[in-house]
Each structure stands twice: as C-alpha cells, then as structure tokens.
C-alpha cells in the first residue's frame, strides 16, 4: 500500500489525536510524550506501542520521518529550523469550529495518502452531528468553568460544541470572546442551567481552585445541574469532540 511509506510524526497533543485516527499504525514514527497522559489525551491507552518524542530537533532528524504535523503559531524556532532542513512540515492552527476539524482532517488524510480513511471519518462526524441535531432536548444555558475562573466564549471549540449540542454558552453571554477569564461580579449575574468543571481540578490545593470554592460560585453550584468532565474532550479538536456534543445534547 502506498501510504505505507509515508512516515509520520507529530509534534503537538492535538495533531496526535488527529494523526492517530487517520494514519495506519505502521506510518507512524513517533506521537508527543502528550499523547500517552491520560489526563491530557483522549488516545492514552491507544498509544502504548507508539514511539513518544519531546520535539527535539535532534530526535526528529535521527527519525527522519517523511512529514512532520505541528501547530501554528508555537515552536516557530524548532519548525523554521527542521524546514531549513529540508523536512516537510504541515502547520495546522487551532481547531475553532467543527469546519475547522474537518478541514484539518482532509489535509492530514490528503498528505499521508488515506483519503478514503478522512473521507469515513468526516462521514461519522456529519452523521453524529446531524442525528444530535433531530434528537436535541430543551435548549438550556451551560458554563465551563475552570480554575481562576477560565472559561471559552465566542470563536472556540467550545462554544461550537454547546451550539451543535442545542445549547446556548452562558460565557458568551457574559461577553466573553475566546479564552478568558470571568470576574466574580460576572459571575454573580450569570444564570447557568448546567455548570461543567473540569475533573482534573477537583481536590487540587492551589489559589486557582481556591476561587472555585468562593461563595457565588457555591451558590451557582446550589442552583444549576453540575457536571464534571474530564477537560481532554474538549480541549483539542478530535473525534471526541463530536461524541461531547452527543453527550450534552442529552441534557
């Protein structure tokens, strides 16, 4: 099979998720030490016979993979070099809406020869995205919050997945654009139905969870259905960002 010769490697968490769907197992040389954090990577305990790299140059030339994903924007020192290297590097900027993850499938799937394979797996993204769409329940007005009061409002991947999910994004409400951050007195006025935390947070000692213990958000907690998640199902585009959208949609 041709694409059998087409070697790859990735060298951040996001595109690690994406390779590892479309690629065969036998293209790939090496996925980020990322990919095998259980708490960070939807594909943990899929990962185990992979090769891990740590994005060093030297790793990557003795490697000598045939293409090389990475994110746009970050490492533009370590990308620029391996490209002065002559090495064929795919820069893929962050995934914001579920076109986007689409997008970003079609090109890995195009440059490592599997179209057949992207092409089934945008198929069962419109497929869940459609039949969540015929199915959804009562609209209702979800929060993520996260440590320090963090949170994703318009023009993420977030928002998206509460919209498909037949929701409305309570951050975006509160007049957040991207990631930022909500203040107590935003706080005191919002109006959730649904409140997510992220799994990863619970019982840490630090001042940032310490604000998730103030008393508006206990009484937020008192007065809306709270959910906690693990953040990794939201925090790239991958699959699983379509079986969250599933998920919500049954609230």
Request: proline letters at 2%; hydrophobic letters at 35%; charged letters at 25%.
């Amino acid at each position: 099979m041709y694409s059998d010769h087409i070697s790859v490697t990735s060298l951040n968490l996001c595109t690690d998720q994406l390779v590892f769907e479309v690629a065969d197992f036998n293209q790939i040389i090496s996925l980020t030490y990322l990919s095998s954090n259980e708490k960070l990577s939807t594909i943990s305990t899929k990962v185990k016979n992979i090769k891990k790299n740590r994005g060093i140059i030297d790793e990557i030339i003795i490697d000598n993979p045939d293409i090389i994903f990475s994110s746009k924007g970050n490492f533009k020192l370590q990308n620029n070099i391996l490209k002065k290297l002559n090495y064929k590097i795919v820069e893929l900027p962050i995934i914001k809406t579920f076109d986007d993850l689409r997008n970003q499938i079609r090109v890995i799937s195009y440059n490592l020869h599997q179209p057949e394979k992207g092409d089934e797996i945008i198929k069962n993204i419109n497929y869940v995205l459609n039949k969540t769409k015929q199915n959804q329940k009562k609209q209702k007005n979800i929060l993520v919050l996260n440590p320090n009061g963090y949170t994703s409002g318009t023009k993420t991947l977030l928002n998206e997945i509460i919209l498909k999910a037949g929701h409305v994004n309570e951050a975006a409400n509160l007049g957040i654009s991207g990631f930022g951050k909500l203040s107590l007195e935003k706080l005191a006025i919002a109006n959730p139905d649904i409140l997510i935390f992220d799994l990863n947070s619970i019982n840490k000692n630090s001042l940032a969870n310490k604000y998730l213990n103030h008393k508006i958000i206990k009484k937020l907690k008192n007065e809306s259905k709270v959910i906690y998640l693990n953040s990794k199902i939201w925090s790239c585009g991958t699959v699983s960002s379509v079986e969250f959208v599933e998920l919500l949609s049954k609230y």
